[in-house]
């Protein structure tokens, strides 16, 4: 199947990431090589195979749910993009 | 004794403990050579002052006790350190200054190293020719016209030009053995879940692991015990015993098995890596392994399984850059606007790329058809390893399907970049140790490296039979330092 400027559009949507119609056309030609090239994958049939969504083969801990680390609320808010001692400051979103 | 920067660590070390030098010595050598190396581009900050300060604060009260004590080191700066600027070669996060150190780096400091810069990388180390950082690219000491590989470039650069003893880099793909191979080098991808991730800015967490880079294998078995630590703050460390690779270490490989997989005599393969493969399995017989042909059928899969489980990782890692919490902000309209306008300008063409074909992967409609089979083929790839280590101890390979490119070469065609990671990227697949070493050079004398691919948690069968090879193999780095004015 081949990627075309409708799907792009609808990524970039997705990814959050403005995409000019120069810049659509360029990214629909790579992902359609790359997606070519990932095509391979359909020679496997997979059916019976199990998913591996991790190499780590070990169950998650459990460990008591307590504060290791208080007052870092300066630090949090440190590389906040505009300067602000209290919050994170975003454009207004509510008319 | 010889000239502080053409020392290896095992020597340094030696030299600061018999106090034939002092941590400051040594430190303003490290420094005074970098600066004179700017040419590189090995560097994206710098700390040559504190570094100074800590090396003099060193030397007053040394604790000859630690592994490395009063050692300088530059590190990938993709390891956030505290109050240090730490970008992953990303203007997203050219102004981003961590607040908390990497548990990584926090058992370097812990055992004496000292911090001289942060090195450069692709851009969230999404690349194999550190082309993509918005630091500009790197330059391979070898010869100024080659890329130094990716994507710890600048690592491999800064290690081989002898800016730094050691250092420690990422690898998602083969982002440390690839550099490796480049710059005649030698560098390790510890088994998932051996280095804590907690603190690295993450890529694809399923794939990620840090490891270390230097100048021969003996230093990097000593890196890996310093970096090599179970960490509760990363879910995925894994507790086992782990060895004290650089004093277990030894040349002594008789009987060990070796397997040579079949599938890795890729076509179009240059006569080159078939020769030198085939000159490592003579030295390998040469220390008294035994070497085995295997099979590996699932090996051809490996790359594009990647291209679907790292990216779809990436655009789910690479959402929390959204201009609002920190980094690079852009002006928008509304919050939306604000948004796409940051993470298209903040982020480089291959990042874009990447989080795009992650995005389509895991999108409604075609998540089983490329996430899901991508994970199943995983499992494939996975099982082939399991069965060739019933038969053998570990699995000889070329490092790279050819040696170091020119800058540009590779740019505009991302599938033919992508190809460089091919004998590297099934290991990170199954979540395997693997270790390059440089093993000879091509016509035009740039190196080239071999790959030994161990059992999971199994380094110090790998870096034992990296060691005796080396001893063989007795490669030359031929550093001409071109770029010092």
Same mark, same amino acid.
């Not at chain 1, 949090?76 to 454009?91: A, G, L, T």
């Not at chain 2, 594009?304 to 920190?326: F, H, M, Q, W």
């Not at chain 2, 071999?450 to 790998?462: N, P, R, T, V, W």
């Given at each position: 199947m081949s990627i075309d400027l409708k799907i792009i559009k609808h990524i970039s949507k997705l990814s959050r990431i403005s995409v000019d119609e120069q810049k659509a056309h360029?990214?629909?030609?790579?992902?359609? @090589?790359?997606?070519?090239?990932i095509e391979k994958l359909n020679e496997l049939k997979t059916d019976n195979v199990e998913p591996l969504t991790s190499v780590a083969e070990t169950t998650l801990k459990l460990r008591t749910d307590e504060v290791k680390s208080k007052d870092i609320r300066d630090?949090?808010?440190?590389? @906040?993009?505009?300067?602000?001692?209290?919050?994170?400051?975003?454009?207004?979103?509510?008319? | 004794m010889s000239e502080i920067t053409k020392q290896s660590l095992s020597e340094l070390v030696k030299n600061i403990k018999d106090k034939n030098l002092s941590s400051e010595e040594v430190t303003k050598a490290f420094i005074d050579r970098s600066e004179k190396s700017k040419e590189l581009n090995a560097y994206i900050t710098e700390n040559y002052s504190s570094a100074l300060e800590n090396a003099k604060k060193f030397d007053q009260k040394p604790n000859?006790?630690? +592994?490395?004590?009063?050692?300088?080191?530059?590190?990938k700066d993709l390891f956030c350190t505290k109050d240090i600027r730490t970008t992953a070669g990303s203007k997203i996060l050219g102004n981003f200054v961590p607040t908390y150190e990497s548990t990584v780096t926090q058992n370097l400091w812990d055992e004496g190293a000292i911090l001289i810069g942060?090195?450069?990388?692709?851009?969230?180390?999404?690349?194999?020719?550190?082309?993509?950082?918005?630091? *500009?690219?790197?330059?391979?000491?070898?010869?100024?016209?080659?890329?130094?590989?990716?994507?710890?470039?600048g690592s491999a650069s800064a290690v081989a030009g002898q800016l730094t003893p050691i250092t420690i880099g990422t690898d998602t793909g083969g982002s440390i053995r690839q550099p490796a191979s480049f710059t005649g080098t030698v560098g390790l991808k510890p088994t998932y879940g051996s280095c804590s991730r907690y603190g690295i800015v993450a890529f694809a967490s399923s794939l990620d692991q840090a490891g270390p880079m230097a100048q021969n294998v003996k230093d990097c078995a000593l890196l890996q015990e310093v970096i090599s630590t179970y960490d509760p703050k990363d879910s995925t460390s894994i507790e086992f015993k782990r060895n004290e690779y650089s004093k277990e270490l030894t040349?002594?490989?008789?009987?060990?098995?070796?397997?040579? !997989?079949?599938?890795?005599?890729?076509? *179009?393969? !240059?006569?080159?890596?078939e020769d030198l493969w085939q000159k490592g399995i003579e030295f390998a017989k040469d220390c008294g392994a035994q070497i085995v042909d295997i099979t590996l059928p699932h090996t051809s899969y490996a790359l594009?399984?990647?291209?679907?489980?790292?990216?779809?990782?990436?655009?789910?890692?690479?959402?929390?850059?959204?201009?609002? +919490?920190?980094g690079f902000r852009s002006k928008g309209e509304n919050l939306t606007d604000m948004y796409e306008k940051t993470r298209s300008e903040g982020f480089g063409d291959e990042v874009q790329r990447r989080i795009m074909i992650g995005t389509y992967v895991l999108s409604s409609g075609y998540y089983d058809a490329y996430y899901l089979k991508a994970q199943k083929i995983r499992k494939l790839i996975k099982n082939d390893f399991d069965e060739a280590y019933k038969k053998v101890d570990a699995i000889l390979t070329p490092s790279t399907p050819s040696s170091a490119f020119k800058i540009g070469e590779k740019k505009d065609d991302p599938v033919s970049m992508y190809l460089n990671d091919i004998f590297t990227v099934p290991v990170n697949l199954a979540g395997l140790p693997g270790i390059s070493i440089p093993a000879g050079q091509d016509t035009k004398g740039y190196p080239l490296g071999?790959?030994?691919?161990?059992?999971?948690?199994?380094?110090?069968?790998?870096l034992n039979i990296a060691y005796a090879m080396e001893e063989k193999i007795k490669f030359k780095n031929k550093i001409t330092d071109w770029w010092i004015k």
């Open positions: 360029k990214l629909a030609d790579d992902l359609n @090589s790359i997606f070519k090239f630090q949090i808010i440190k590389n @906040s993009p505009q300067d602000n001692e209290d919050y994170f400051v975003v454009p207004k979103v509510i008319e | 000859l006790e630690l +592994k490395l004590p009063g050692i300088p080191m530059a590190v942060k090195l450069n990388c692709d851009e969230f180390a999404m690349g194999s020719s550190n082309e993509t950082s918005f630091f *500009g690219n790197v330059q391979n000491p070898i010869d100024k016209s080659l890329v130094p590989g990716g994507s710890s470039g040349n002594n490989i008789k009987g060990k098995k070796i397997g040579i !997989p079949k599938e890795y005599r890729v076509e *179009g393969m !240059p006569k080159e890596i594009p399984t990647y291209y679907i489980v790292a990216p779809a990782e990436a655009s789910s890692n690479l959402a929390r850059y959204d201009g609002v +919490k920190y071999l790959q030994i691919i161990g059992k999971a948690f199994d380094e110090q069968s790998i």
